[in-house]
């Protein structure tokens, strides 16, 4: 099987190019699987997978760090992101917001779709994310955010790496690891390097073993 590992950022994925000892590149090849490296942000791993992603793989695994909206899950967790939104995606009407496929342009919401068996992904819990252009740091749009659609984390990735498997009919995963809790922004309460560390232990296990 060849997997397209994707990521936003070199760092969070940096335990696993140097575990395989493979160069400091954007895009790097192994006989088993592939990395990509897109930026940060929608318009970027759109741009990134628009070069790369192709039915020559039976796989997509999305990877990063998100924020957590549920402070019952411990920072450094490693979650299933199974359902993604495109959070930012429509027209406001006054108070409300009305998403694209209410206007009818369109769907703001992908699944990961794929028959994995691995013990690895069965034993993660399963949860919805949303993916934003500006992360969320304010109590008022944060209460809002999640009252109009109940997240569990937000990236600003996942739901674009999900639409270009959905209209590519190539199964994906999406695998993030909990850096920080979605509040009014405070970088002391941030466990990053935990975050990465975990989803990175995480990763060479299922690549050493699927």
């Known amino acids: ?8 950022t070199r760092p969070e994925i940096g335990l696993i190019t140097e575990h395989f000892k493979l160069p400091e590149k954007d895009f790097m090849q ?11 942000g929608m318009t970027a791993t759109a741009f990134a997978l628009g070069q790369h992603l192709s039915t020559k793989y039976n ?10 909206f549920d402070r019952s899950i411990p920072l450094g967790t490693v979650l299933n992101v199974i ?11 006054r108070e409300n917001f009305i ?41 008022i749009s944060i209460s809002t955010v999640k009252a ?11 739901a674009a790496v999900l639409y270009g498997c959905e209209n590519t009919g190539i199964p994906c995963l999406q695998i993030r ?19 990465i560390k975990n989803l990175n232990e995480w990763t060479i296990g299922f690549l050493t073993n699927t």
Not at 1 to 8: E, P
Not at 83 to 93: P, Q, R, S
Not at 178 to 194: D, F, H, M, T
Request: overall charge negative; some cysteine.
């Open 148 to 158: 109009r659609l109940n997240p569990i984390t937000e990236s600003m990735e996942g």
């Open 30 to 40: 192994t006989p088993e699987f592939d990395i990509l490296i897109t930026g940060v």
């Open 177 to 195: 690891s909990i850096s920080n809790y979605v509040e009014p922004r405070n970088k002391a309460a941030w466990q990053i390097g935990l975050a």
């Open 83 to 93: 359902t993604d939104e495109f959070a930012e995606l429509g027209a406001e009407d």
């Open 99 to 139: 998403s694209i496929d209410e206007l009818g342009f369109g769907k703001n919401s992908y699944t990961a779709y794929n028959n994995l068996l691995s013990e690895s992904v069965i034993k993660l819990k399963k949860v919805k994310g949303i993916t934003v252009n500006k992360v969320h740091g304010n109590e």
């Open 59 to 68: 796989l997509v695994l999305n990877l990063g760090i998100a924020g957590c």
């Open 1 to 8: 099987m060849k997997i397209l590992l994707v990521a936003a």
